[in-house]
């Protein structure tokens, strides 16, 4: 593990599908605001140090100083101390050689901080239409072929009858697959219901050609529940 990553880590950041850490919402939100300010700055045709933003406005954003030296660290941005006194013409700085924040500390985004921020929002965004698309999918029950899919996969195919896992696919089919039903099989003489559910329960998870779904009982003996595999 890169020291980008390990103090990533250490400061809450979770890592994405494709190895880069998605920041804690903090550092994010600190990172974005002063995207904004750079941006602002090219958009007046400003120096970037005319809008750069004080520590202890940042701080406002729940960052911490060791957020905020571990940015400055890895390079994503870059620190000076504010000169400026009334009545200047323009805001003046003088070079930070430490790590020892200031009041008058004051931060910008470097090109790499910009690079990083956007990676990282787009791999975000990413995972998390992925995420949605795998949430919107939905089972499919074709009774008449007995086949059940999931997407593109086809997860069982009944050779031979069955007639309660039938039930059970029937009956969430014909409810648009929610996340739960009631137990759909009617009872019988002298069997226990709830004994009956859970070997059916058992059965839709046994046998699957590609394990994609997982069915469970709802913990009360009256319910079934499924659920994707990842």
Same mark, same amino acid.
């Given at each position: 593990m890169s020291s980008v990553s390990m103090h990533a880590t250490l400061l809450g950041a979770?890592? &994405?599908?494709? @190895? /880069?850490?998605?920041? *804690?919402?903090?550092?994010?939100?600190?990172?974005?605001?002063?995207? &904004?300010? #750079?941006?602002?700055?090219?958009?007046?045709?400003?120096?970037?140090?005319?809008?750069?933003? %004080?520590?202890?406005? &940042? /701080?406002?954003? @729940?960052?911490s100083f060791?957020?905020? #030296?571990?940015?400055?660290?890895? @390079?994503?941005?870059?620190?000076?101390? =504010?000169?400026?006194?009334?009545?200047? *013409?323009?805001?003046?700085?003088?070079?930070?050689?430490?790590l020892y924040l200031t009041p008058q500390t004051c931060l910008v985004l470097t090109d790499e901080g910009s690079s990083y921020l956007e990676s990282v929002l787009t791999a975000t965004e990413s995972e998390n239409a992925t995420s949605r698309i795998q949430l919107d999918e939905k089972p499919i029950w074709d009774r008449q072929r007995n086949e059940l899919w999931y997407g593109e996969t086809l997860v069982k195919k009944y050779k031979l009858p069955a007639s309660n896992q039938a039930t059970v696919l029937?009956?969430? =089919? =014909? %409810?648009?697959?929610?996340? #739960?039903? %009631? %137990?759909?099989? *009617?009872?019988?003489?002298?069997?226990?219901?709830?004994?009956?559910?859970?070997?059916?329960?058992?059965?839709?998870? #046994?046998?699957?050609?590609? /394990?994609?779904?997982k069915f469970t009982g709802d913990g009360t003996g009256h319910g079934v529940c499924w659920e994707p595999l990842s």
């Open positions: 979770t890592l &994405l599908g494709d @190895g /880069r850490h998605a920041l *804690p919402d903090r550092i994010k939100h600190v990172l974005q605001h002063l995207h &904004l300010a #750079r941006q602002t700055a090219r958009n007046c045709d400003c120096d970037i140090w005319d809008f750069a933003v %004080d520590v202890p406005s &940042l /701080r406002e954003f @729940g960052v060791t957020d905020c #030296r571990w940015m400055i660290c890895v @390079g994503y941005v870059k620190q000076a101390i =504010e000169t400026t006194l009334v009545g200047d *013409p323009c805001r003046s700085f003088r070079a930070a050689t430490n029937q009956a969430f =089919e =014909e %409810d648009g697959w929610p996340a #739960r039903i %009631d %137990d759909p099989l *009617p009872p019988k003489p002298n069997q226990d219901s709830k004994r009956r559910l859970h070997d059916t329960i058992n059965s839709l998870n #046994r046998n699957q050609r590609q /394990r994609s779904l």
